[in-house]
């Protein structure tokens, strides 16, 4: 395997965690154990050349059974990675929340169909702002004059009080 191979497993496998941060496709959990299969096929293949040439070894056979053991470990223990990719993306889009935090605080913007229901859905503009279909909750506390707006973060079919952020 050369190096512009690794490069481009390295980029697919990137494309593919941002996919799956982003978009959520539990349908393809198929596709995720099949990728996650390959991975460790590979890792398993680089090891036993490893052992194999261990009296001759070179860096870059320890450089591919590395990267493809930490390629297979981050596939399963995303945790670190989905950070990462939310701290970059709180960072990016921080001024177009802002601005519909604004939109909410001047009444251009209020929940949907329903008083009783929070949810506002928000035009498909681009940037998506709050992942899992792009809808803010907004409440407004009439006792205290406050707003709070709530951006999803993992926002599936079960929401987990966990997986979201308030935003004053």
């Known amino acids: 395997m050369n190096k512009q191979t690794l490069l481009f497993v390295v980029g697919a496998w990137v494309i593919w965690i941002i996919a799956q941060y982003y978009l959520l496709l539990y349908f393809l959990v198929p596709l995720w154990l099949l990728i996650s ?28 059974a590395v990267l493809f053991f930490l390629l297979f470990f981050f596939t399963f223990h995303d945790t670190l990675i989905n950070s990462a990719i939310e701290k970059v993306d709180w960072a990016i889009f921080y001024n177009r929340r802002i601005s519909i935090i604004q939109q909410v605080k001047n009444g251009e913007l209020n929940p949907d169909v329903n008083p009783n229901n929070p949810i506002c859905k928000l035009p498909y503009n681009f940037p998506i702002v709050s992942n899992g279909g792009n809808d803010i909750e907004i409440v407004r506390n009439a006792q205290s004059n406050s707003i709070t707006v709530t951006f999803y973060i993992f926002r599936n079919y079960m929401q987990a009080p966990i997986n979201r952020v308030d935003i004053y």
């Open 37 to 64: 299969a390959g991975l460790f096929i590979v890792f398993l293949s680089e090891l036993i050349k490893l052992i194999q040439e261990r009296k001759s070894l070179s860096r870059s056979r320890v450089y591919k």
